[in-house]
C-alpha cells in the first residue's frame, strides 16, 4: 500500500482522501490551518506553511511519502522537481503542477506552445503594466492573479474607472507571494464548461460529459451535468484537452475549462486535480466520481470506462458572513427531505462571508429539472 502526502486539504482534498482510503492507502494531509476538511479523514496531518520550502522539506522527510498529490496553488511548486529526483511520484507530474499553479505558464503553453484558441492576453507586475496592458487589450477585459483560487481576485474592467480597483483587487487576492495579473480579452460566450479529463499511466485519455456551471465574483454557484454542447464543438475541446495534458504529461484527472460561444470553443484555464464544479459527480450520476477518477488514476488502478447514469446538479452552501467558531448547520433535514437531493457538509472549521462550506447535489431526469430541485434545496440549509 501507498502512502499519499496531500498538500492542501479542503473540500477536494477531504473527498481524493475519502477515495484512497477505500483502497486502503495512508493519507497525509497538509494545509496552513488546523481542522482543515482532508486532516478530519486522514491517517495524519501537519500544519505549516506550503509556500516555506524548509517546512515543506521537513514534512516530506518525516513522512517518506510514495506519492505527493498537490491539491491547491499556495506550494512552494519548485520544491516538487527535487523531490521527484528522490524518487516520490509527485501527481500528475513536477512539471505539471509547477506550470499550472501559475497561469501564466499554463496560459503560455496553450496559446503559443500547443496552439489552442484561447482569449487575447497580456501580463503586467505594476500598475503603469496594467493599465497599458487595459488599454492593448481594450474595454470590457477580464483581470486575474497569476495565482489565486476559487475566483480570489478576478474582475471585469468595464471602463477606465474600474482600473484601480481592478488592479488592487487582483493584489489582494493573489495567493503565495507572485505579484502578477493577466489582463484578458472578453469572450462574449454563451456558456462555459469544465471537461474533466483522465491522463492515465496505461490507458487511453477518457472525458466525462461536459459539465456546464454558472459563476459569482468568480467563484462557482452551481454546476450540472450534462450541459447540452454541439458534437463538433465537444470534440473540439476533448482534442484540445487531450494536448494540453499529453504537454504537461502525468496521470490523474484534470478539470479544462473552456468558453463556449455558437461556433467555437476557447481555452480558458486548466487545474491538475479534481475540479470544484465536478463535485455534482459526488452523487453517483456517474458510474465513477471524479474523486474516485483521480484515484484510480494516480495510484495506477483501471479505468474501464465513464458512464452518465443520471443528469445532476449541484448547489453551493455558502456563508454569509464571519465567525471563528464552527457553524451549526439549519435546514439538513429539510433538504433532505427530497428523494434525488444528498448533502455534503464540508466541515470547515471557520466562516467568512461567501466562503463555500457544503454542497447540494441533485438528480432528475433532465439537468434543468436537477438544477431547480438542488438550488432549492441548498436554499433551505442556513448556518448560524
Not at 100 to 122: F, P, S, V
Not at 198 to 212: E, K, M, R, S
Not at 219 to 248: C, F, G, N, R
Not at 253 to 280: A, I, K, N, Q
Request: with cysteine; hydrophobic share 40%; charged share 20%.
Amino acid at each position: 500500500m501507498k502512502t499519499i502526502l496531500l498538500l492542501g486539504s479542503g473540500e477536494l482534498g477531504k473527498e481524493f482522501t475519502i477515495a484512497c482510503k477505500r483502497y486502503g492507502h495512508t493519507v497525509v494531509a497538509v494545509d496552513s490551518y488546523a481542522g482543515a476538511p482532508a486532516m478530519q479523514v486522514a491517517d495524519q496531518h501537519f500544519v505549516v506553511n506550503m509556500l516555506d520550502g524548509t517546512e515543506l522539506d521537513r514534512v516530506v522527510a518525516t513522512v517518506q511519502p510514495d506519492l505527493i498529490v498537490p491539491e491547491i496553488e499556495a506550494i512552494r511548486t519548485e520544491r516538487l522537481s527535487s523531490y521527484e529526483q528522490q524518487d516520490i511520484h509527485v501527481v500528475p507530474s513536477a512539471r505539471a503542477a509547477n506550470m499550472t499553479m501559475n497561469r501564466k505558464a499554463i496560459r503560455d503553453l496553450a496559446a503559443r506552445e500547443a496552439g489552442l484558441l484561447t482569449a487575447r492576453y497580456a501580463y503586467a507586475t505594476t500598475l503603469e503594466e496594467f493599465q497599458a496592458a487595459v488599454a492593448n487589450i481594450g474595454f470590457p477585459c477580464v483581470v486575474k492573479p497569476l495565482m489565486s483560487s476559487s475566483g480570489k481576485g478576478q474582475s471585469v474592467v468595464r471602463s477606465s474607472e474600474d482600473v484601480e480597483f481592478a488592479w488592487t483587487s487582483a493584489m489582494a487576492g493573489s495567493r503565495g507571494d507572485l505579484q502578477e495579473v493577466i489582463v484578458e480579452e472578453f469572450i462574449p460566450f454563451e456558456s462555459e464548461i469544465t471537461l474533466l479529463t483522465v491522463t492515465q499511466h496505461h490507458g487511453p485519455t477518457l472525458f466525462c460529459p461536459p459539465i456546464g456551471h454558472r459563476q459569482e465574483r468568480g467563484d462557482y454557484q452551481e454546476s450540472w451535468i450534462p450541459h447540452t454542447i454541439h458534437p463538433v464543438l465537444l470534440e473540439k475541446a476533448q482534442h484540445m484537452a487531450s494536448q494540453i495534458t499529453a504537454a504537461l504529461g502525468g496521470a490523474g484527472l484534470w478539470g479544462v475549462e473552456f468558453f463556449l460561444t455558437d461556433t467555437d470553443v476557447y481555452f480558458s484555464e486548466l487545474s491538475p486535480r479534481p475540479h470544484d464544479t465536478g463535485m455534482v459527480t459526488l452523487n453517483g450520476c456517474l458510474n465513477l466520481s471524479e474523486f474516485e477518477l483521480h484515484a484510480r488514476a494516480v495510484l495506477g488502478y483501471p479505468i474501464p470506462t465513464i458512464e452518465l447514469r443520471t443528469p445532476a446538479a449541484s448547489a453551493v452552501i455558502l456563508a454569509q458572513r464571519a465567525s471563528d467558531t464552527p457553524p451549526v448547520y439549519r435546514g439538513i433535514e429539510e433538504a433532505l427531505s427530497h428523494p434525488d437531493v444528498e448533502v455534503r457538509i464540508f466541515g470547515k472549521p471557520t466562516m467568512r462571508p461567501y466562503r463555500r462550506m457544503g454542497v447540494v447535489v441533485a438528480q432528475a431526469s433532465t439537468a434543468q429539472q436537477a438544477r431547480t430541485i438542488a438550488s432549492q434545496a441548498a436554499a433551505l440549509i442556513s448556518l448560524e
